[in-house]
């Protein structure tokens, strides 16, 4: 389940980049909300993701699909990962506003619905690659990333992952 949704996760977080700005806008806004309480905020550089790109590597236990999911990220410098579902419903609509607000005007690549549930998924698509992708949920989570990721190598993951 772990392995599945870590997969899932970073397979939708690549499936989009965002327009130059969008993601510093974001994460200077979680940084305003990072002392509220329920707010959790958690973000890897160049030096932490190539850190655990590393040790991920060199753990020996992985299987196929690890392996595929390790290549396709290989070009990912920086990733933010922000849960807002547990701050007071008065602070999550004033985040939600601001969050979409920043979102509005940017390429819509996917949206998903589930259960009353959204998912949506924004960026720039640069030809065989993508970069800079924001996930957006609905229910209290927002993943930034910066970096990118081959189309080929985005296909080659999902099917190992099916």
């Known amino acids: 389940m772990k392995k599945a949704l870590l997969t899932l996760i970073l397979a939708l977080a690549t499936l989009a980049s965002a327009w130059a700005g ?6 200077r806004l979680a940084r305003q ?17 190539a850190l655990l790109k590393g040790t991920v590597s060199l ?9 595929a999911a390790l290549k396709a990220f290989t070009d990912i410098r920086r990733f933010t990962l922000i849960d807002f579902e547990d701050i007071p419903a008065d602070k999550k609509a004033s985040f939600t506003a601001k969050v979409e607000r920043i979102l509005k005007g940017m390429d819509l690549i996917l949206e998903a619905k589930d259960d009353g549930e959204i998912l949506r998924i924004y960026g720039i698509d640069k030809g065989k690659r993508l970069k800079d992708c ?12 910066s ?11 999902m099917e190992v992952a099916e």
């Not at 236990?61 to 690890?66: A, G, I, Q, Y």
């Not at 924001?134 to 990333?145: E, K, N």
């Not at 970096?147 to 993951?157: M, V």
């Open 147 to 157: 970096g990118s990721i081959g189309l080929e190598q985005l296909g080659q993951l």
């Open 33 to 49: 909300y990072k002392g509220v309480d329920g707010f959790e905020m958690l973000s890897l550089g160049p030096m932490g993701t």
């Open 134 to 145: 924001i996930l957006y949920s609905s229910d209290g989570t927002l993943l930034v990333t």
């Open 59 to 67: 753990s020996g236990n992985l299987d196929k699909e690890d392996r």
């Open 22 to 27: 969008k993601p510093s806008q974001l994460i």
